[in-house]
């Protein structure tokens, strides 16, 4: 009896928590061999997508982004005959694409016969590449209003988007803008701007704004497409 | 033969100074000591258990009360913060989640309980032997003590259950003072042979629990293999923060300054020391949809500042970040509130910041990491943590941080050893 009550101390200070120990252990066994490792329902990163992106913007922006040399980082850019052809739209019908995107949308203003960026063109262009977020593409579709020739428009519209273009490798010395940036040079033959443009973001927002005025920009907006 | 004193000299009373003193004196102070005791192996068993249920990597609630009704809570307490600290086990690094203190602990009361009843329902209770009970009662409270000290200075929080033990561990010392006192003297040799005995089974009942767990806990983890990788993880834009280390093995961590989730991270790599063998590269996802397209509301409003901040001032984005985890509360209300005084707050806090914050340039670097995380499909969540690549899966950030990590870190060193 004596013997035994030596034991018990140890016996029962082992044998009641080993049994307890050892059922928790079989249950955490189970229940780990039943899980999955990391099989949670979390989202991955992915470019964005608005609710602007219908099927006939994301077509459009396809065809244009690859006949303009987007997708293969060439960057060629557009002229206004390839545009015209490629987004198979009329003039207004091209313009009213970026009605839904009037928030983001920046227009950077010229001076006549000038493809030289002002101090607030070239900090509208820098406001406006930060904001990318998660856009894919970022378009430069530039005009000129329809005075002179349409070859020398053509030269001014040329020159607006790659002011544009230049001014974006200088300041960022990113690789991925020849990847992103798709240039569209409408001169004037094509879908030009109504005065109803002029309500929107303009580099020269508080200066007067007539339809010659309005057209001798580069429209620039990034497009919330994943494509 | 034994040295218990199992005949007495007295069977139901002593001499003692001129009149008989019953040889039971005691027993009742030392049932109670046991009752305390079961008490306390109910405490530590309830934390054991809710350790180990969290053994399979998954969300589970934790007994936060000892009050009746209390009920277990699943998400951030004191509780989970006690139980994930380096503090609640021991060997981390060699078993998953490490050998729980709060095991040895359900041991260590259970077999005192048991003495003070095998003591107390003894035909004679002596100071012999009540001065032993008296010793074993110094270990738990010492232990409590010393936990609930690291509770109270590094943690910051304290858990009901384990305040239970400690309340357990110093009631018993209490009632064992008081039965020493109350027992009667004793005569003859000191029962070495029997301190001896009980000594030696007071650790084998801790070791031999503490083996069953060793032997039983589970061991095959499908997630040691990692739980992704990064497809791209060059960094040609230089969007990855590089903050100053003596590691070699590569690691990633994808974090956002604001987020609570991430302090905890921060602090429990920290404390396992296991950051200095990494070569740690930031990659800022900010929870904030004022920069982040991913996220439709800002979980963590401010993030994108304070990481701007970071961006802005790469030298000393590692003391910003510091800085934020420390003042994660005002700086999120702030962030919530008003946009532009957080912006004041950091930028007088960090100058080098001053006139960078809120420009297109810091907000083009914040997009620019953002879109390496598009680039490289990262999970849209913080923290996560990348060694060589491969990404620790989610359910071994927290109890098994030690295991998994210094597993991969050994991987990474010797991947010709085989590993799992």
Same mark, same amino acid.
């Given at each position: 009896?004596?013997?035994?009550?030596?034991?018990?101390?140890?016996? #029962?200070?082992?044998?009641?928590?080993?049994?307890?120990?050892?059922?928790?252990?079989?249950?955490?066994?189970?229940?780990?061999?039943?899980?999955?490792?990391?099989?949670?329902?979390?989202?991955?990163?992915?470019?964005?997508?608005?609710?602007? /992106?219908?099927?006939?913007?994301?077509?459009?922006?396809?065809?244009?982004?690859?006949? /303009?040399?987007?997708?293969?980082?060439?960057?060629?850019?557009?002229?206004?005959?390839?545009?015209?052809?490629?987004?198979?739209?009329?003039?207004?019908?091209?313009?009213?694409?970026?009605?839904?995107?009037?928030?983001?949308?920046?227009?950077?203003?010229?001076?006549?016969?000038?493809?030289? #960026?002002?101090?607030?063109?070239?900090?509208?262009?820098?406001?406006?590449?930060?904001?990318?977020?998660?856009?894919?593409?970022?378009?430069?579709?530039?005009?000129?209003?329809?005075?002179?020739?349409?070859?020398?428009?053509?030269? #001014?519209?040329?020159?607006?988007?790659?002011?544009?273009?230049?001014?974006?490798?200088?300041?960022?010395?990113?690789?991925?803008?020849?990847?992103?940036?798709?240039?569209?040079?409408?001169?004037?033959?094509?879908?030009?701007?109504?005065?109803?443009? /002029?309500?929107?973001?303009?580099?020269?927002?508080?200066?007067? /704004?007539?339809?010659?005025?309005?057209?001798?920009?580069?429209?620039?907006?990034?497009?919330?497409?994943?494509? | 033969? &034994? =040295?218990?004193?199992?005949?007495?000299?007295?069977? !139901?009373?002593?001499?003692? *100074?001129?009149?008989?003193?019953?040889?039971?004196?005691?027993?009742?102070?030392?049932?109670?000591?046991?009752?305390?005791?079961?008490?306390? $192996?109910?405490?530590?068993?309830?934390?054991?258990?809710?350790?180990? &249920?969290?053994? @399979?990597?998954?969300?589970?609630?934790?007994?936060?009360?000892?009050? +009746?009704?209390?009920?277990?809570?699943?998400?951030?307490?004191?509780?989970?913060?006690?139980?994930?600290?380096?503090?609640?086990?021991?060997?981390?690094?060699?078993?998953?989640?490490?050998?729980?203190?709060?095991?040895?602990?359900?041991?260590?009361?259970?077999?005192?309980?048991?003495?003070?009843?095998?003591?107390?329902?003894?035909?004679?209770?002596?100071?012999?032997?009540?001065?032993?009970?008296?010793?074993?009662?110094?270990?738990?409270?010492?232990?409590?003590?010393?936990? *609930?000290?690291?509770?109270?200075?590094?943690?910051?929080?304290?858990?009901?259950?384990?305040?239970?033990?400690?309340?357990?561990?110093?009631?018993?010392?209490?009632?064992?003072?008081? &039965?020493?006192?109350? $027992?009667? +003297?004793?005569?003859?040799?000191?029962?070495?042979?029997?301190?001896?005995?009980?000594?030696?089974?007071?650790?084998?009942?801790?070791?031999?629990?503490?083996?069953?767990?060793?032997?039983?806990?589970?061991?095959?983890?499908?997630?040691?293999? *990692?739980?992704?990788?990064?497809?791209?993880? %060059? @960094?040609?834009?230089?969007?990855?923060?590089?903050?100053?280390?003596?590691?070699?093995?590569?690691?990633?961590?994808?974090? =956002?300054?604001?987020?609570?989730?991430?302090?905890?991270? !921060?602090?429990?790599?920290?404390?396992?020391?296991? @950051?200095?063998?990494?070569?740690?590269?930031?990659?800022?996802?900010?929870?904030?949809?004022?920069?982040?397209?991913?996220?439709?509301?800002?979980?963590?409003?401010? $993030?994108?500042?304070?990481?701007?901040?970071?961006?802005?001032?790469?030298?000393?984005?590692?003391?910003?970040?510091?800085?934020?985890?420390?003042?994660?509360?005002?700086?999120? %209300?702030?962030?919530?509130? !008003?946009?532009?005084?957080?912006?004041?707050?950091?930028?007088?806090?960090?100058?080098?910041?001053?006139?960078?914050?809120?420009?297109?340039?810091?907000? !083009?670097?914040?997009?620019?990491?953002?879109?390496?995380?598009? %680039?490289?499909?990262?999970?849209?969540?913080?923290?996560?943590?990348?060694?060589?690549?491969?990404?620790?899966?989610?359910? =071994?950030?927290?109890?098994?941080? %030690?295991?998994?990590?210094?597993?991969?870190?050994?991987?990474?060193?010797?991947?010709?050893?085989?590993?799992?």
């Amino acid at each position: 009896m004596g013997a035994l009550r030596h034991i018990i101390p140890i016996f #029962l200070g082992f044998t009641f928590p080993a049994y307890f120990v050892s059922g928790w252990l079989g249950g955490a066994e189970a229940s780990l061999r039943a899980a999955e490792p990391g099989a949670t329902n979390v989202a991955v990163a992915s470019m964005a997508e608005e609710g602007y /992106c219908t099927a006939n913007l994301k077509q459009i922006v396809r065809r244009v982004a690859g006949a /303009c040399g987007l997708l293969d980082a060439q960057g060629r850019g557009c002229q206004p005959a390839d545009a015209a052809k490629l987004v198979a739209l009329s003039g207004d019908d091209f313009n009213a694409m970026f009605l839904p995107m009037k928030e983001r949308v920046h227009i950077i203003q010229f001076d006549k016969k000038s493809v030289d #960026l002002d101090e607030g063109g070239r900090a509208a262009i820098e406001t406006a590449w930060s904001a990318r977020g998660g856009a894919s593409f970022f378009f430069v579709v530039s005009r000129a209003s329809p005075e002179g020739s349409v070859e020398s428009n053509q030269e #001014l519209s040329n020159g607006r988007a790659q002011a544009v273009l230049a001014h974006l490798e200088a300041t960022y010395q990113d690789p991925d803008i020849k990847k992103r940036v798709g240039l569209l040079q409408l001169g004037e033959e094509f879908a030009q701007l109504s005065t109803d443009f /002029c309500q929107w973001q303009r580099s020269r927002g508080g200066d007067e /704004c007539d339809e010659m005025q309005i057209n001798r920009s580069a429209i620039i907006a990034w497009i919330d497409c994943a494509i | 033969m &034994s =040295d218990w004193d199992e005949t007495g000299n007295d069977s !139901d009373k002593r001499w003692s *100074g001129g009149q008989f003193e019953p040889s039971n004196r005691g027993r009742g102070w030392l049932i109670l000591l046991g009752l305390a005791a079961i008490f306390g $192996a109910v405490m530590a068993g309830i934390s054991t258990r809710d350790f180990i &249920s969290h053994l @399979d990597g998954q969300v589970h609630a934790v007994s936060c009360s000892v009050m +009746p009704g209390g009920e277990a809570v699943i998400g951030a307490s004191g509780c989970k913060e006690a139980m994930l600290s380096p503090w609640s086990s021991f060997f981390r690094t060699k078993y998953w989640g490490g050998l729980p203190v709060a095991l040895l602990g359900f041991a260590v009361f259970a077999f005192i309980g048991a003495l003070a009843f095998a003591v107390a329902f003894s035909k004679q209770i002596t100071r012999r032997d009540t001065g032993f009970v008296l010793l074993a009662s110094l270990v738990p409270v010492g232990a409590s003590a010393i936990w *609930g000290t690291l509770a109270a200075t590094r943690l910051g929080e304290f858990c009901q259950v384990c305040v239970g033990m400690y309340v357990a561990s110093g009631l018993m010392f209490v009632l064992a003072v008081v &039965s020493h006192f109350r $027992a009667s +003297p004793g005569s003859g040799a000191w029962p070495w042979g029997r301190f001896g005995l009980w000594f030696v089974e007071g650790l084998v009942a801790v070791g031999l629990l503490s083996g069953v767990y060793a032997m039983r806990a589970p061991d095959e983890r499908k997630s040691l293999d *990692g739980c992704g990788a990064l497809v791209s993880p %060059e @960094d040609p834009k230089g969007v990855l923060l590089t903050f100053p280390g003596q590691g070699t093995t590569p690691a990633l961590a994808v974090l =956002d300054p604001l987020c609570p989730a991430c302090r905890s991270f !921060d602090e429990r790599l920290k404390l396992s020391e296991l @950051d200095q063998r990494l070569a740690m590269k930031v990659l800022l996802f900010p929870l904030d949809s004022t920069c982040n397209w991913m996220v439709k509301t800002s979980l963590h409003p401010g $993030a994108c500042q304070v990481s701007e901040a970071m961006l802005c001032s790469p030298a000393e984005a590692e003391k910003i970040l510091a800085w934020s985890f420390e003042n994660q509360e005002h700086l999120l %209300e702030l962030g919530a509130k !008003d946009a532009k005084a957080l912006t004041d707050e950091i930028t007088t806090r960090w100058p080098a910041a001053k006139g960078c914050v809120g420009t297109s340039r810091s907000k !083009d670097k914040i997009t620019s990491g953002l879109r390496w995380a598009v %680039e490289n499909a990262l999970p849209v969540l913080t923290p996560q943590l990348y060694v060589a690549g491969k990404r620790m899966c989610d359910e =071994d950030t927290d109890l098994g941080l %030690e295991f998994t990590l210094h597993h991969m870190i050994e991987q990474h060193a010797n991947p010709t050893a085989g590993g799992r």
